[in-house]
């Protein structure tokens, strides 16, 4: 039976559906066993035609983005109603994404600094017209909506996507593995006692070692194994992209946590060290940590 399928973007980069179409001609064992029903990012479909749609008609839903305005909301939403099972695809749908960082900052602050202080300003105002409402702060989307499948990523991987996909056709369960990036990668490990950090174009990587026992923050350790250690393969530190593994509730604080006990340095080195903490340690889910819904929580007492 063909199966119907629905992927539809919020607030976001778009990569997902870079990395579906990256299956190129391995598309063609799963396109002949859908159905795609609503797809804006290739085909003019409009938000009409998927509100006009008879609940739970779609098999799958595919959202990928987060919602940074109220459009993003009732998309979905509606995503949501349509479909029997809704995918979190990617991770800003899963835990906010790199916008989730703007949780920092009120959205006044956001639009001030976007519309009228920003260097490439040349005319200094803030839209009010032909735009959708913003909302005032990121949240993941299974915080909004129930989803079936959270799929991580930054983006996923199109192995990870094809994965995802087939197991749905075929009505098999899909389960996040309980690994890390440190599982995947190759390189040597030792007991780590670390000195002094470095940014990722200091001095000289050994290309045999683990990059964090060098000094580099490589977050593998944290980061759950879905990208085959992509990064670290190649030398380049991973930045903790897809997310925690799964029963780790709040990504940052474990990596705050372990380095807290593998570095020799004192508070104030290790400071200095990572000037944009927030930004080093919750790169794509700060709007899933516990640090942005206590600051939710003070804005919600200030309103008050």
Sequence with gaps: MVKRIA??????CWGCDQSLV????????VLPQLEIVYWPAVVDYKLADLESMPKDSIHFGFVEGSCRTKEDEHLLKVMREKSKVLVAWGSCSAYGGVQGLGNQWDLEDLLERKFLLADTITDSRIPTENLPGFTEQIVPNPSIVPFEVILPGCPPTPDNTAEALTALITGKPYDLPNKTVCDQCPKERKEKNIKQFHRAH???IDPNLCLLDQGYLCLGFATIGLCGAQCPTVNTPCKGCFGPPPGIADHGAKIISALGAIADMTPEQLEKSFPDPLGSFYFTDYAASYLSKIRQKQRSEKKK
């Design 7 to 12: 992927l539809a973007q919020l607030s976001s």
């Design 22 to 29: 990256d299956l190129h001609l391995r598309l063609l064992d």
């Design 202 to 204: 200091e001095g000289h």
